[in-house]
């Protein structure tokens, strides 16, 4: 099993030029065998893409077609529900936004958090009929929203704005293979602090958000898989070593980073 997962990281290496750290918080469990040479080598002998200019959503509501609009929920607002129609795409423009998905008895599990920059109900350009999980606003959030069959078009006659669906949907998928290697191989402690890592946006592109909007503990043990309780106990850990704070917000300093590296 190590030397597939070494495999599988090496050749995610290989496709995307990502940063080794970014691999390491996104999918800790897949890159802890990588070697900084191999990353090295193999960036050392393909040529650098050049970076996407970052999507102006302003620019794109302002060019022709008018199936798209941009929407604003209050906290805890629902943007959509589990069953409805998808019938559109939405980028997150400012805000948080919960992605969840509850079972027949009523149990609710947190798939993803996800913040500005984000796409979500992407289901509906694969045939997806109606929504399988639901969407509810974290924090204040405006999303833009895109009209299924307009986002179809644009994909198709605006190359950048196609570069970069693409490439945050392969980035989406290897965060959702990550999820699974991380719920089966490693901790609960070590879940919680890849998490709180992710919500910080630790190994994007962009600077990391250090201080984050109050976030429950009870959706950090939905999003990781276990009880409150459990949560409570390792964020007064993580609080008594310093790696986390409450200062207006929970602060989140770069040395959680030796919980999730640390075999």
Do not use: W
Request: net charge positive; charged share 20%; aromatic share 6%.
């Amino acid at each position: 099993m190590g030397q597939i997962l070494r495999e599988r990281a090496a050749d995610i290496c290989l496709l995307l030029d990502t940063p080794l750290l970014a691999l390491l918080i996104h999918g800790e469990a897949l890159m802890m065998h990588v070697t900084r040479v191999t990353y090295m080598a193999s960036a050392a002998i393909r040529p650098k893409p050049s970076k996407l200019r970052a999507f102006d959503a302003q620019v794109f509501l302002d060019s022709a077609g008018v199936a798209r609009r941009i929407a604003e929920f209050p906290k805890k607002g629902t943007i959509f529900a589990q069953g409805d129609p998808a019938k559109a795409v939405m980028y997150i423009q400012q805000g948080r936004v919960k992605l969840s998905v509850v079972n027949g008895s009523g149990k609710e599990a947190v798939v993803a958090v996800l913040g500005p920059g984000d796409f979500f109900g992407e289901g509906c350009l694969a045939a997806q009929p109606i929504r399988i999980g639901a969407a509810t606003a974290a924090t204040p959030t405006t999303v833009l929203v895109i009209d299924k069959n307009e986002m179809i078009r644009v994909l198709h006659a605006e190359h950048e704005f196609s570069d970069r669906f693409i490439s945050y949907m392969l980035t989406r998928n290897i965060r959702i293979e990550a999820d699974l290697v991380d719920q089966l191989f490693n901790s609960t402690e070590k879940r919680l602090a890849r998490a709180l890592l992710l919500l910080a946006r630790y190994g994007k592109d962009d600077q990391p958000q250090r201080v984050l909007p109050k976030v429950s503990q009870e959706t950090l043990a939905d999003t990781i898989g276990t009880t409150r309780s459990r949560v409570n106990l390792f964020m007064n850990k993580f609080k008594k070593m310093g790696f986390i704070k409450y200062n207006g917000g929970l602060q989140i300093n770069s040395s959680l980073l030796s919980v999730v590296l640390h075999e």
